[in-house]
């Protein structure tokens, strides 16, 4: 049996709305607004100029359960552009883009073939031999309960296995768990490859055979930092070779700046600027957080005593010199906490965030989450949430309740 080669993405949400951005202008607004799309053409233009045999698409294709008419239409005519070059695509549809939603439906191209909300399998002949996909999609959001004990085992010694899973890890508190299973429980199926969704983190859970995450296309938030893509994969005899592949536009990050030395604000945003610059030249276009670090003490009083948003807004201004968008998202000062005195009510109200459980923000949160509009857009709450708003609230507490101000 000869080599097969086929693409491996998940989670390209696309129409994300990119909540809780703000300050950007017009032009800068709409090329993150249209960043998920972009990226999505930039999967399309590949497997176009590759010719893999075939292309997997393992849930959440679509960032809510309504699918947007425009990113609809885009997935359509990328889907139309792959037909039209003889490449199948095998894709399921995750808790985002359920089955139970309502949306205005475009028809995809006969090369297109979409799972079910039933296990099934789905065989593709390629010059190589064939390929037995295995998968289902979500009949609705929520999908708690195992699903991986209907999947068969692999039968066929001629052909490769592969299993589609839109899913989390047994066990993982970081993420909402849907279709549990665990990583014995998949290897037990003798597939060639499990191509999983679901987790935007890029993992390779397993590599003999893998057991993939390919991770989200296109981050949408500072928590799905670093270089999003795809798998390009190839299976021959057994054997398997993995080419992850950046697609994303830009890409959200941190950049450190070194402070050692400054006194002045010019230095100080000369050396924010030589930071993005070469952010710029690594990567591209990105929003950022920027790390003021090694500051000495008269730099330190001197950050202390501009506001936060007028040294965001004046840093935003020298990265506007760029040739790419490299947008300042928020400023963190490294060692304000230890330089700087917290007052008495700062330090009470930073005592008893620490000490508060899951159960305590939720309640503290419960009129944002119950909000018939704005809930839809929020996050789940779990330990890993609440531990980045409560490091989020402690550096707005540094910064606006230490003695002196």
Known sequence: MG????????????????????GLHPEQWKKLKDSTLDAFGRLIDYAVKEQPDFMLIAGDIYDGEDRSIRAQHRFQLGMQRLSEAGIPVVLSYGNHDHLSGKWTRFELPE??????DSVSQIRLSTANGDAVVTGFSYAQRHVKEPVIHQYPVAEEKDAVYIGMLHGSMEGDTAHAVYAPFTKQQLLSKNYDYW???????????????????????QGRHKNESGPKGFYDVRISGGTSHLNFIPA???????????????????????????????????YGAGVVEVKLANLNEEAFDMIKDTTEEELTETIREAFSMLDDLVWAESIAVDGMQ????????????????????????????????????????????????TAEIQEAAAQKIRRGMHLGE
């Open 248 to 282: 994303s536009v830009l890409q959200f990050d941190e950049i450190q700046v070194d402070c050692s030395g400054i006194v002045h604000m010019n230095e100080l945003l000369d050396a924010c600027l030589s930071a993005a610059r070469e952010f710029a030249g690594h």
């Open 195 to 217: 191509a999983l969704g679901h987790i935007h983190l890029r993992q390779e859970l397993h590599m003999d055979p893998p057991v993939i995450y390919p991770g989200n296309l």
């Open 111 to 116: 090369n297109v073939h979409a799972f079910d």
């Open 3 to 22: 080599e097969i080669r086929f693409i491996h993405t998940a989670d390209l949400h696309l129409g994300s709305p990119f909540t809780g951005m703000r």
């Open 338 to 385: 230890t330089q700087a005195e917290l007052t008495p009510l700062g330090e009470e109200i930073m005592d008893r965030m620490a000490g508060w459980q899951l159960s305590d923000w939720k309640e503290v949160l419960k009129d944002l989450y119950r909000h018939p509009k704005g809930s839809r857009f929020l996050e789940a709450l779990d330990p890993s949430k």
